[in-house]
């Protein structure tokens, strides 16, 4: 069984965003990075399906930490498609379809529903279109049985079931499965195992960013109460006291 | 007065609650964030309390803490071990049972890899040599302490204001004046920074500095753990201190926590700490740099291989955690000297919170903490210390030695070469190994000095540790002083006047002497704190009417000043002359043949007393006292004719055979022979005049601060008197703070409590004796012993009190 996991490098927030002073980005320098709670997911689901896993990014140079965490927890080998800009879906897409194309096919391929910062829903769906393979996406469950995978989609208290004959592309959601944490020993073997770097050529990119913009009213969500009388105040303003 | 606290941590909770206890009133604590965990490094500390410390302070203040926390209920003993990797750590850890003994720590042992294994089943004992295990080491719930105090201080009238931060500080004459916050403006004429890392940036706003720099420490935390899950406590075991990896390993409920001191040092700037909004954890709490882990990882792994090489155990939580660092390691407590009523109660860990609390508060309310503070006095740095490269670069060197097998002499490397002498070239001719203090460069001995070993017969000293760090060419350097001449560069002396119509008001309030004397008078006197004990000693020099040159240590010179300023009535000043005086200490039998031949005046005994000061015909100032207890002078000389002066000193000496001589020989050797006390060794808040032996003068009419418990020390009995003491036979040598113990090893504790300890060590090479200071209670108890790593050497007591074993009369000074 050979399964490759996408993922994403990106920033760990508080509850306010900063960004920096030409409002291109989000300011970085107290931050810490992870992969997204969907893409911890599919790396967990990996790892627990078993076989051979291989971690790919398209990345900076520091994405190989978000590869060696993923190591650490069980992947066996991992490709950084090594980049220092922004690209857009289409062409997120086509270098993952150009490295994927240049291994060993995989049975299963899983990606995050969407990352956590640009939030494109795009990629995994425009990289089984390019591989010709089936793509369920939003999932919350997964089970593979021999050569093919059955897989559940939350429906408003329901479940939509699919399955799809491996191999295929799947795009999983925060909830599929509850994601261990590193060991030590995992955390000492990561630092040793495979990294391929290759550095694709970015192509011209069909989305500009024009800037960010923090949203108005983003920052402080809660008031602070500062004895009983005001705690009263408001249970009875809400009509329950 | 109406006080501002700055600062909702384990300090200024503490702070608050004992301010109220103290009866302030008018009482109000401000911080930028929510209680109980605004944010600061308070909140994620190890929280766990190691009490032996080899300084008698900072013993004091985690003792005096560990009380407080005990009586909240928030301390749980857990008890700890410093293992050892090493023979070298080994011998550290009998350091350690020795200041344990001295500063009363008791049920402390050195313990066995198998004891080691017994205690915490979780350990791989076969990597260890042994240990030091302390069963009282404990953990404590600072949130919960601190929440207390606070709900105290309110209980007692305190306003307290969270999610308020400060904007501004406002001072008037400098004099604090008000605080702006967020919330409005606050009127204050005492306002105290319990900032933690936020404190220079809030120091700043009133124009005051407090020389801290934030810095991480890296922790984990892994679990679940298998064994930890029928435990009883959150701990169940021991803390352990892997000190040759400059790491500890403590249970936490289910979890493991690592944490570590062992990686590069990472230092940030105030300015630059995250707002509680835009951090993902809290502002002290940031991301974790795995690459700075990895050897510690190992490390860790090597120690407590069951828990951390189980791989059903996860790393569950990683931080840089931001804490506080000073130039030296020890806290900034104190009122500012730049702001009157601006205080700074900063760099405090955890282990000293409370301790720290009251004490300030103590000072705050009573001008006098019980505790003495002296190594904590935030006045205590020269501007030079308090900039970025100083505070910067030690904070960084200091950072890996937090564990780490510190030699009580052991020099600084970073920032050197910062304030030297006019003198300074003639010294690197001469080979000078150049100690610091102060920022200042000073000759400890002369490698041009070697040959005198040999003419003296000098013996090193066999064991490494002893030799460490000292030369044989010191003791060689005395003997040819005693027998011919030696001189000294003493420019690192802070040397300032009072000056003003009203200056000798300002000295007799500060010196516990007489200080209306003629013009001319030299006065070596004792400065007394409130409450009778030492706040320094130093010279007095009469210049002419309304004006009086203070001449004092470099080392204590700032707590000083700052102490004459702030008993300076109106139209009195300070000048400060340190850097604008050098200074040359001539002494030994051939230093009046010396001095005459560089100059006209007369320098006769007749002429030239002891203990009076001239200016010679050639401009120089010269003042007829002793350090060393010779026939000499200090001479102070313009700067810019310093050079000139070494230089005439040291032609008109060639023919006398003079040499030049080190502070191993002004600040050890020589005092020691003369049982001269010193400053932060026998003399501190925690004794007096009489029983240091050095109540020999009549107390004057005129008040001076401390005048009534002195007078009441002088009509009791002492609990202690500081003896002279010599090792019998010469092997090893103390350093210091050992302690005295009987034939049976048990210690010597005086009425008072305070146990018998080395105060100063060094050998007397003119009397072939190693000489030890202690304080001793009175009575006879039969043979004593000074016990040294591990090991106990018969001790003598030559000299109950302050006579000189060498020379008693003083011949040599009043020839």
């Known amino acids: 069984m050979r399964t490759l996991v996408c993922v994403k490098r990106v920033p760990i927030t508080g509850g306010k965003m900063v960004l920096t002073a030409d409002g291109q980005a989000l300011e970085t320098k107290h931050l810490g990075f992870t992969i997204s709670p969907h893409e911890e997911c599919a790396v967990e689901e990996a790892v627990r399906i078993g076989g051979e896993v291989v971690v790919l990014t398209l990345g900076p140079a520091e994405a190989e930490e978000q590869v060696r965490d993923c190591m650490a927890i069980g992947a066996d080998r991992g490709i950084l498609l090594e980049t220092t800009e922004e690209w857009d879906a289409q062409s997120t897409a086509a270098a993952i379809v150009d490295a994927i194309r240049r291994e060993e096919p995989f049975d299963l391929i899983l990606f995050g529903n969407e990352s956590a910062d640009a939030a494109g829903f795009q990629v995994g769906i425009r990289v089984a279109h390019a591989l010709g393979l089936p793509v369920v996406t939003g999932l919350k469950k997964i089970e593979v049985q021999g050569a093919r995978v059955r897989c559940e989609r939350d429906v408003g208290g329901a479940r939509d079931v699919y399955e799809a004959p491996l191999p295929a592309v799947l795009t999983v959601l925060e909830g599929l499965n509850l994601p261990r944490y590193p060991s030590v020993p995992g955390r000492l073997r990561a630092k040793s195992k495979p990294l391929a770097v290759v550095e694709p050529a970015r192509p011209e990119q069909k989305l500009e960013k024009l800037r960010l913009v923090v949203p108005e009213g983003q920052g402080k969500q809660a008031e602070i109460l500062e004895d009983a009388s005001q705690v009263v105040a408001v249970l009875q303003a809400l009509g329950v006291a | ?815």
């Open chain 2, 1 to 815: 007065m109406k006080v501002v606290v700055i600062g909702g941590g384990i300090v200024g909770n503490s702070l608050t609650g004992w301010l109220a206890e103290l009866g302030v009133t008018d009482l109000v604590q401000l911080d930028k964030g929510p209680f109980p965990n605004p944010g600061g490094s308070t909140g994620h500390a190890s929280n766990f309390i190691f009490p032996v410390d080899h300084s008698k302070e900072m013993t004091q203040l985690t003792l005096e803490s560990m009380r407080q926390y005990r009586d909240a209920g928030t301390l749980h003993e857990c008890g700890g071990i410093e293992v050892a990797r090493t023979e070298e750590r080994m011998e550290e850890l009998r350091r350690r049972m020795a200041s344990a003994k001295s500063w009363g720590i008791e049920d402390c042992r050195l313990v066995t890899p198998t004891e080691i294994k017994e205690l915490v089943p979780f350990v791989d004992e076969s990597i260890l040599v042994g240990g030091f295990y302390c069963p009282s080491v404990a953990v404590v719930d600072s949130l919960r302490f601190g929440t207390v105090m606070r709900e105290r201080a309110q209980a007692l009238g305190a306003q307290v204001f969270a999610n308020t931060e400060v904007t501004g500080i406002d001072v008037e004459g400098a004099h604090v004046t008000r605080v702006r916050t967020t919330r409005g403006d606050f009127d204050a004429d005492t306002v105290v920074i319990a900032c933690g890392v936020w404190s220079p940036r809030i120091a700043r706003m009133a124009g005051a500095s407090i020389p801290l720099t934030p810095a991480v420490h890296q922790m984990i935390d892994v679990g679940p753990v298998p064994r930890f899950l029928t435990s009883k406590t959150a701990v169940d075991f021991p803390i352990v201190r892997d000190m040759d990896t400059n790491m500890y390993e403590r249970q936490d409920g289910q979890g493991l926590e690592v944490g570590s001191y062992a990686h590069r040092p990472i230092l940030h700037e105030p300015d630059d700490i995250p707002s509680i909004e835009e951090s993902a954890l809290t502002p002290t709490e940031l991301p974790f740099t795995q690459e700075d882990f990895e050897l510690q990882l190992e490390h860790a792994l090597q120690l407590v291989p069951e828990v951390l090489g189980d791989e059903s155990v996860g790393i569950k939580y990683a931080i840089n955690g931001l804490l506080s660092l000073t130039p030296d390691g020890l806290p900034l407590l104190g009122e500012t000297p730049e702001v009157k009523g601006l205080w700074s109660a900063a760099a405090v860990w955890v282990k000293e919170g409370p301790g720290v609390g009251k004490s300030v508060a103590e000072w705050m309310v009573h001008g006098e903490p019980e505790i003495d503070l002296q190594s904590s006095d935030v006045a205590r740095f020269y501007p030079e210390q308090r900039t970025p490269a100083h505070v910067k670069g030690r904070a960084a060197e200091g950072f890996n030695k937090t564990y780490g097998i510190v030699h009580p002499t052991e020099q600084w490397e970073s920032n050197r070469g910062v304030r030297v002498s006019p003198f300074y070239e003639r010294e690197q001719e001469l080979g000078a190994v150049f100690y610091e203090a102060a920022a200042w460069e000073r000759p400890h001995w002369y490698a041009s000095n070697a040959p005198l070993v040999d003419e003296y017969g000098v013996k090193g000293r066999e064991h490494e540790w002893d030799a460490r760090w000292w030369s044989p060419i010191i003791n060689a350097e005395h003997l040819a002083m005693r027998e011919r001449a030696a001189m000294f560069d003493l420019t690192a002396f802070c040397v300032f006047d009072v000056v003003g119509p009203n200056a000798l008001d300002a000295v007799q309030m500060v010196a516990a002497r007489q200080m209306n004397v003629p013009n001319g008078r030299v006065v070596y006197t004792p400065v007394l704190a409130p409450r009778g004990g030492f706040k320094s000693d130093l010279t007095i020099m009469k210049m002419e009417d309304d004006r009086f040159r203070v001449v004092t240590g470099g080392a204590h010179g700032m707590a000083d000043m700052k102490w004459f300023r702030d008993h300076c009535p109106d139209g009195t000043r300070i000048e400060d002359h340190t850097s604008s005086v050098c200074t040359v200490g001539m002494w030994g039998p051939r230093a009046r043949d010396v001095l005459a031949s560089i100059t006209g005046t007369d320098v006769s005994n007749e002429a030239f007393p002891f203990s009076t000061w001239q200016e010679l015909d050639n401009g120089v100032i010269a003042s007829r006292i002793s350090y060393v207890g010779d026939l000499g002078w200090e001479l102070y000389a313009p700067m810019e004719r310093g050079l000139e002066l070494w230089d005439a000193l040291w032609e008109a000496g060639r023919p006398h055979g003079v040499v030049p001589a080190g502070i191993g020989v002004y600040g050890t050797t020589g005092r020691l022979e003369k049982a001269y006390r010193a400053f932060g060794a026998e003399l501190d808040q925690d004794y007096d005049v009489v029983e240091a032996d050095m109540a020999w003068w009549k107390v004057k009419g005129e008040d001076f601060v401390g005048k009534d418990a002195h007078v009441a020390a002088r009509e009791r009995e002492p609990a202690a008197t500081l003896c002279t003491l010599t090792i019998d036979e010469l092997s090893r040598t103390p350093l210091g703070r050992e302690p005295i113990v009987r034939e049976d090893g048990s210690p010597l504790v005086d009425a008072k409590g305070r146990r018998s300890y080395v105060t100063s060590a060094g050998m007397g090479p003119s009397l072939g004796k190693y000489i030890l200071m202690a304080y001793l209670p009175p009575g006879d108890h039969g043979k004593l012993y000074v016990e040294y790593m591990g090991a106990r050497y018969p001790v003598t007591v030559d000299v109950v009190g302050s006579r000189p074993p060498f020379d008693p009369d003083n011949e040599r000074i009043r020839s």
